[in-house]
């Protein structure tokens, strides 16, 4: 167990829809990076926040976008989903000013039929 | 060309036996290189970091690291059954700033067969 957990554990969606995943970093930790791993794939950054501003963003649209708050938690938002957009997303946190190690929460499963 | 590149696999050993796990890497400026372990439908978990060149051991697992050849592997003694999963290698690929960024290869398969 790494102290990061996710929610929700599964999701399902219809296309066009929208959707909110939330994080909660592991206690001491106040960077949050997101990641999408779709089937058989490594994970792909998609962003991070720090000092709840992104820093760092991967090839993904704008319809992907993050908020980070002040006790570090985050939500990842994706609008008018597309059927590739089903994955596994995962958050995994980090501290600035430590090792960049970062750790992963459980994931949340996303499904857009 | 992939940014980090592994074998897909599967890699099937008995058990007991030494596992090798191979991962080559672009970008001559990356730091810091990093381990994953994947169970099937689970997140990845750490297994080993590494940041200078040559060995290091942490239990069953070794991490080897050659930056002049882009080479980072990860060789798993005593395999046990339990060790089968998808293997994860990851590379830091900061920009200069504060961005920690894990680039991941697409993870090699292991089997280890009782």
């Known amino acids: 167990e790494t102290g990061v957990t996710q929610s929700p554990t599964h999701l399902i969606k219809t296309r066009g829809q929208q959707v909110t995943l939330r994080c909660s970093s592991q206690?001491?930790?106040?960077?949050v990076s997101w990641y999408q791993q779709a089937l058989g794939q490594g994970p792909q950054f998609i962003f991070q926040?720090?000092?709840?501003?992104?820093?760092g963003r991967g090839n993904f649209p704008p319809r992907f976008s993050g908020l980070q708050f002040p006790n570090y938690s985050s939500e990842l938002n994706v609008n008018a989903l597309e059927l590739d957009d089903s994955a596994l997303y995962l958050c995994?946190?980090?501290?600035?000013?430590?090792?960049?190690?970062?750790?992963f929460g459980p994931g949340t499963r996303l499904t857009v039929l | 060309q992939k940014e980090v590149e592994q074998n897909s696999g599967p890699l099937s050993v008995p058990e007991g036996a030494i596992a090798s796990l191979n991962c080559t890497y672009s970008?001559?400026?990356?730091?810091?290189f990093f381990w994953y372990r994947q169970y099937s439908g689970k997140s990845p978990e750490l297994i080993m970091s590494?940041?200078?060149?040559g060995d290091k051991e942490d239990g069953r697992f070794t991490a080897q690291l050659n930056k002049a050849s882009q080479y980072v592997s990860l060789l798993i003694r005593d395999s046990q059954p339990s060790d089968s999963a998808t293997y994860l290698c990851?590379?830091?690929?900061?920009?200069?700033?504060?961005?920690?960024?894990?680039?991941f290869g697409t993870g090699t398969l292991l089997a280890v067969q009782p």
């Open positions: 995994a946190s980090s501290h600035a000013s430590g090792t960049d190690t970062q750790y």
């Open positions: 206690s001491g930790h106040n960077t």
């Open positions: 926040y720090y000092r709840e501003e992104e820093n």
């Open positions: 970008d001559r400026v990356s730091q810091s």
């Open positions: 590494i940041y200078s060149n």
């Open positions: 990851a590379v830091n690929k900061g920009d200069g700033g504060a961005t920690n960024k894990l680039i």
